[in-house]
């Protein structure tokens, strides 16, 4: 007798890319070149800092550190957080603004449990962290691209939050002005719904400085924040990722409902990390280090634009990022499909992130999100060459393009 079927998983997985999986698995072949990952260098990770770290954290906060911990976090990080964003903007944070999670890919997901109900509208800047859109999709939302020039109030209104990474976005790189940010504040404001301003890049300023968050903005020098901006950080770029500590600042009524999520989630995050974060934050080793490793990351930045000019150019059009991780390219006249391209650059063993999984629409095949920070120099060049010859192999395989150059 035949067993009877299983039910199905989620119609939600259905609907989800499996790029991420790709490109992790590339990252740790040796064969290829992956320009795919948002990856910082391996070889920069501040090793011993963080043994040293780890091991002040056992002796000072033992066994608290060891133990579960609060829903909201290691109170000492919590309080410390407080004071630097009170210290930096004039507003008086307390730790009731502060929620700790497991990376700000957490809170993006926390976010969509709080907020979201099938099928509600979300602003979002196009094109969208793709990790966001993943958190998402189980919600279903629907979405609407934000324009920074034109701040649509009335489909603020309408929505459940606006969603914007102003700093070296994910996945172009740009940088927002702040007189765009202001104007995207103040359409919030008279909308009366909540902003996400994701800021995980703030510390990778290659060229310049990015200026004052939207959360600074917000603020009243000298009161309690209760603003609409829900601020997400993290010390992923800054220290490393794998201590996956991330903090989340917002109106102590949205840090209640968050925290309320979260305890269904995962009941306690790793107060350990979060005690080792305490010890290399408190002695403001993050920044020192963040400032230190920007020098390698412009020269693979530049190293990455410079091969790029010679191969890529007569097919592709990029502006030089002013931080962050990666370079965003746009096939000229949308001559190339990057989703069939992909296929010649795994052939040629290299990777890029294809733009279609960055837009929520799914429509958008001519652009390519490329990384400068996982590799060195010599290795970026090596993987733009193979990324030329796959373009090469593509537009040989399509008679309507020779000629075109």
């Known amino acids: 007798m035949a067993s009877p079927k299983r ?9 989800t890319n499996d790029i991420t999986q790709q490109f992790l698995a590339f990252g740790g072949r040796p064969d290829v070149v992956s320009l795919a990952g948002g990856l910082p260098a391996a070889e920069l990770y501040p090793v011993e800092a963080i043994q040293a770290a780890a091991k002040r954290a056992l002796d000072r906060h033992a066994p608290a550190a060891l133990e579960y911990g609060a829903v909201e976090g290691f109170p000492p990080l919590r309080r410390l ?19 700790l999670t497991s990376g700000s890919m957490q809170a993006l997901d926390l976010l969509g449990k709080v907020l979201i109900d099938d099928g509600d509208l979300i602003v979002a800047q196009a094109p969208t962290y793709l990790g966001a859109l993943d958190a998402w999709r189980p919600r279903r939302p629907s979405y609407l691209a934000l324009d920074w020039k034109a701040p649509d109030e ?9 969603y914007a990474v102003p700093n070296y976005s994910n996945p172009t790189g740009v940088l927002v002005p702040q007189d765009r940010r202001t104007a995207l504040l103040k359409s919030v404001l008279a909308s009366g719904t909540w902003l996400v301003e994701d800021d995980p890049y703030l510390t990778m300023q290659l060229d310049g400085s990015p200026g004052r968050s939207i959360l600074a903005h917000a603020v009243e020098r000298g009161r309690a924040y209760d603003g609409p901006v829900i601020y997400l950080g993290t010390v992923s770029k800054s220290l490393v990722p794998g201590l996956r500590v991330g903090w989340t600042i917002a109106a102590p ?6 925290t309320m999520a979260k305890q269904a989630t995962d009941l306690s995050s790793s107060m350990l990390t979060q005690a080792v974060a305490f010890e290399l934050m408190a002695e403001g080793f993050d920044r020192e280090h963040s400032a230190a490793i920007v020098p390698a990351y412009r020269e693979r930045r530049d190293a990455l634009c410079s091969e790029a000019a010679l191969h890529l150019k007569d097919w592709f059009e990029w502006e030089v990022p002013p ?18 391209l992909y296929r010649f650059a795994v052939e040629e063993k290299v990777a890029f992130v294809p733009s279609s999984v960055f837009d929520f629409t799914g429509r958008d095949r001519y652009g390519m ?3 400068f920070t996982r590799s060195s120099p010599e290795t970026i060049r090596e993987g733009v060459r193979r990324l030329g010859r796959a373009i090469d192999t593509y537009v040989s395989s399509r008679p309507q393009l020779k000629g075109q150059r």
């Open 323 to 340: 931080g962050g991780m990666f370079v965003w390219m746009r096939s000229k006249g949308n001559a190339i499909d990057t989703d069939e």
């Open 7 to 15: 039910p199905e998983p989620a119609r939600w997985l259905r609907a």
């Open 81 to 99: 957080i407080a004071e630097r964003f009170s210290a930096e903007t004039g507003a008086a944070f307390t730790e009731a603004n502060v929620l």
């Open 369 to 371: 999100r490329v990384n």
């Open 253 to 258: 009524e949205m840090i209640r409902s968050l």
């Open 154 to 162: 009335a489909a603020f209104a309408r929505a459940k939050f606006v």
